[in-house]
């Protein structure tokens, strides 16, 4: 893995815990930062021909529970 490609990665990680913190406050204006600046990542890498491992998606799992709950 070279620099380049660790760079990005980690910027990925960090992408995804904050939009993980995002949910779990409900702060949908900061999710869809992060989730933009997810996808620039993803663009970025593949631009590079790099293959980066984002989640598909991050699921709020407190909303599904709450849902679940209310059924």
Do not use: N
């Not at 993803?42 to 989640?55: F, M």
Request: negative net charge; aromatic residues 2%; glycine residues 2%.
């Amino acid at each position: 893995m070279d620099a380049l490609e660790t760079e990005i990665q980690d910027q990925v990680d960090l992408a995804r815990a904050a939009l993980r913190r995002a949910l779990a406050e409900h702060d949908d204006y900061l999710a869809d930062i992060h989730r933009s600046e997810l996808d620039a990542l993803v663009r970025t890498a593949d631009e590079h021909g790099l293959r980066v491992q984002p989640e598909a998606e991050v699921i709020d799992l407190t909303a599904a529970e709450m849902e679940r709950s209310a059924s």
